[in-house]
Nanobody
Framework: QVHLVESGGGSVQAGGSLTLHCLAS????????MAWFRQTQGKEREFVAA????????RYGDSVQGRFTITRDNAKNTGSLQMNSLKPEDTAVYYC???????????????????WGQGTQVTVST
């Protein structure tokens, strides 16, 4: 069975940092692009960041550009999202996802992602 498990979420004050992790099992992530999305209640999932299979290309959502960094370690079958300078509006459930599609502009859209984790809650307080 294929599983993605996110970890590292929690509560932090504004201006703080958190690092989320995504561990894959039952699959080798090396042939997939990896992304992070987030969702708050009542809203659609928002693209946060994506990284190409080999890690050489990255894409960030406008709201996190310059504050978040996505990385991956294919040998360990894991990915990470380093989040700095957190703001209350970053509060959401964060999801890790994998896509076996090509690296195109659609990499920011959730419909190209086939495999999803269950999410981890991040809460940023003032």
């Amino acid at each position: 069975q294929v599983h993605l498990v996110e970890s590292g979420g929690g509560s932090v004050q504004a201006g703080g940092s958190l690092t989320l992790h995504c561990l894959a099992s039952g699959i080798s992530i090396s042939t997939y692009a990896m992304a992070w999305f987030r969702q708050t209640q009542g809203k659609e999932r928002e693209f946060v960041a994506a990284i190409v299979r080999g890690g050489s290309l990255k894409r960030y959502g406008d709201s996190v550009q310059g504050r978040f960094t996505i990385t991956r370690d294919n040998a360990k079958n894991t990915g990470s999202l380093q989040m700095n300078s957190l703001k209350p509006e970053d509060t959401a459930v964060y999801y890790c996802a994998l896509s076996d599609g090509a690296w195109t502009d659609f990499i920011t859209t959730e419909r190209v992602y086939d495999i999803w984790g269950q999410g981890t809650q991040v809460t940023v307080s003032t």
